[in-house]
């Protein structure tokens, strides 16, 4: 039996809300170590370059954080208010940008370890590799299971999301 518009949109809105509990974790721990790092001993030993990296990956996971948290306040602020294609057409949206936020993070803050501990030569090939393989994983591959799958876009129910 074929679900009816509000059974999808009900469907979407759940799994979208899901997704985002994954994902929110590993964003708030990444902020949370990053916000501790300038009061630690070592923090003095990094170049500038490296502070200012280490800056830009804080402000790519506050930025992820604020995207991946959204779509949960806009679902409560605009609770009942019928909005729910919307609510699932730009948190899907927020979504995509909070994931963007945090790959281009943890290749920064990836960057600034890398650096600190084995200099130039490995950073460069780390960063690149970590960027390369969260671009992947994240982004890639799904499309490329699409192709193989024959890019089909009437897939069923379970496979909409």
Same mark, same amino acid.
């Given at each position: 039996m074929a679900e009816s518009e509000k059974?999808?949109?009900?469907?979407?809105?759940i799994e979208l809300l899901n997704e985002l509990r994954v994902a929110l974790p590993g964003v708030q721990v990444l902020f949370a170590f990053l916000l501790t790092l300038p009061f630690t001993n070592r923090?003095?030993?990094?170049?500038?370059?490296?502070?200012?990296?280490?800056f830009v990956a804080l402000l790519l996971s506050a930025l992820a954080? $604020?995207?991946? !948290?959204?779509?949960? +306040?806009?679902?409560?602020?605009?609770?009942?208010?019928?909005a729910k294609e919307e609510l699932i057409q730009v948190g899907n949206r927020m979504a995509l940008a909070g994931l963007v936020?945090?790959?281009?993070?943890? $290749?920064?803050? !990836?960057?600034?370890? +890398?650096?600190?501990?084995?200099?130039?030569?490995v950073r460069i090939p780390m960063t690149i590799g970590v960027l390369l393989g969260l671009g992947f994983?994240?982004?890639?591959?799904p499309r490329?299971?699409?192709?193989?799958?024959g890019g089909s876009r009437e897939a069923s129910a379970d496979d909409e999301s």
């Open positions: 059974e999808r949109l009900d469907r979407e809105l923090f003095e030993r990094l170049t500038t370059a490296d502070r200012a990296i280490y954080s $604020a995207f991946l !948290i959204a779509p949960s +306040a806009h679902h409560r602020l605009r609770f009942r208010a019928g936020s945090l790959a281009l993070g943890v $290749a920064a803050s !990836i960057s600034v370890v +890398a650096d600190f501990l084995y200099g130039d030569a994983l994240w982004f890639a591959m490329v299971a699409e192709s193989l799958r």
